[in-house]
């Protein structure tokens, strides 16, 4: 039952967290600094954005595992090296994903939140399995 709290938990948090983004969703996007900002300096501050977002959002969605490892004991014994790296490559996935909407508009919002999920089921069942 607690894995599934788990699951259910980081599912949450996604949502949140993707979805009440406020002046982020707006800023990840490339049209809104060219209409907005058009001086050539900001062309790129869209990219950092998504990388902020991304990053923001996969810590959020660590959240529910880091608790449950501090609760069983085990937190200390996992290897910071392998966690951040973990936590930093599901951050540029979904910040990859958000360009593919947002801004290469090679797909929609579905397809955008079936890969979330996925990545967040992938992360839940690593961690719950093999307790990485």
């Excluded at 938990?9 to 600094?33: E, P």
């Excluded at 959002?57 to 609760?71: A, C, D, G, N, Q």
């Excluded at 797909?107 to 996925?118: A, E, G, R, W, Y």
């Amino acid at each position: 039952m607690i894995n599934l709290c788990i699951l259910l938990s980081m599912i949450f948090l996604h949502i949140k967290d993707d979805y009440n983004q406020g002046i982020i969703a707006d800023l990840k996007c490339k049209d809104w600094w060219k209409k907005n900002e058009p001086d050539k300096k900001y062309r790129y501050d869209y990219i950092i954005v998504l990388l902020l977002h991304g990053f923001s959002w996969s810590f959020v969605i660590h959240l529910p595992i880091i608790m449950y490892y501090y609760f069983i004991g085990i937190l200390p014994s996992i290897n910071p090296i392998i966690f951040l790296l973990v936590l930093m490559g599901n951050a540029i996935i979904h910040g990859l994903v958000d360009h593919m909407k947002a801004n290469a508009r090679i797909m929609n919002l579905t397809i955008d939140q079936v890969i979330h999920i996925c990545q967040i089921y992938i992360l839940w069942y690593y961690y719950m399995i093999y307790k990485i």
